[in-house]
């Protein structure tokens, strides 16, 4: 089973919510990701996770939080956004060290 | 530091026709990874190849192959006989290590358009 799944797939949010994004993978991958993709664009790294630790977070805005509660759940709780920061926002997994990681197919989210 | 460039924004094709994808990456590691990711209109980014540094054998699947040169820097991908299901953005990545975590740099992304 070499599936990532994230949910919901679509979100429209006021700048007021708070919401979560989810995602979860049953590889047993030890790593994973989570990217924001504006259009056109290719994928930006937000957050990083191995074994169940935050080992990157690229310098996101704190209305962003990353929560990994065990090794095949990834969550990301949302609050204030802003309408920039509607986007695709695509989890990923991969074994630790140098291995291809695995996406999902993504939550498109829209702040209004 | 690590840099990847798809100088070819967009192209478009007629199918049943062959096209090659460039990539030109930059580097100060002597091993690294490089890969190729395939991502239609659903949004899902889908894994083609992942190749690593000593090894510079060229590889085929099917219809893809990929030509790997350390000497011009480049993992370019090509398509034979294209078909419209081939229609996607492609991505070209090199894996990256910081803090321990792997990262993947990827270039701008080209357009594929295969018209029937």
């Known amino acids: 089973d070499t599936e990532v799944t994230q949910t919901p797939k679509h979100l429209v949010m006021g700048m007021t919510n708070k919401k979560s994004l989810k995602c979860e993978q049953h590889?047993?991958?030890?790593?994973m990701y989570w990217y924001k993709q504006k259009a056109k664009k290719p994928p930006e790294l937000m957050f990083v996770?191995?074994?169940?630790?935050?080992?990157i977070n690229e310098s996101v805005p704190s209305r962003f939080s990353p929560e990994c509660p065990n090794s095949s759940l990834l969550n990301l709780h949302l609050h204030a956004l802003q309408p920039e920061d509607s986007a695709l926002y695509l989890c990923?997994?991969?074994?630790?060290?140098?291995?291809?990681?695995?996406f999902g197919p993504g939550t498109r989210l829209t702040v209004t | 530091a690590q840099k990847v460039t798809q100088a070819q924004t967009e192209i478009s094709v007629v199918e049943k026709e062959d096209v090659t994808l460039d990539c030109v990456y930059e580097?100060?590691?002597?091993?690294?990874?490089l890969f190729w990711y395939k991502q239609p209109p659903s949004g899902e980014l889908v894994f083609l190849i992942r190749?690593?540094?000593?090894?510079?054998q060229n590889e085929i699947s099917g219809r893809y192959s990929w030509n790997f040169q350390k000497s011009t820097s480049s993992f370019n991908f090509t398509i034979t006989a294209s078909q419209v299901v081939d229609s996607a953005v492609y991505f070209c990545?090199?894996?990256?290590?910081?803090?321990?975590?792997?990262?993947?740099?990827f270039g701008q992304g080209t357009r594929l358009t295969i018209n029937p």
């Open positions: 590889m047993g991958h030890r790593a």
């Open positions: 996770y191995s074994y169940e630790k935050l080992s």
């Open positions: 990545a090199l894996r990256s290590l910081i803090q321990g975590a792997q990262k993947l740099v």
């Open positions: 580097t100060r590691d002597t091993t690294y990874y």
């Open positions: 990923a997994s991969s074994p630790t060290g140098s291995h291809e990681q695995y």
């Open positions: 190749r690593n540094s000593f090894d510079e």
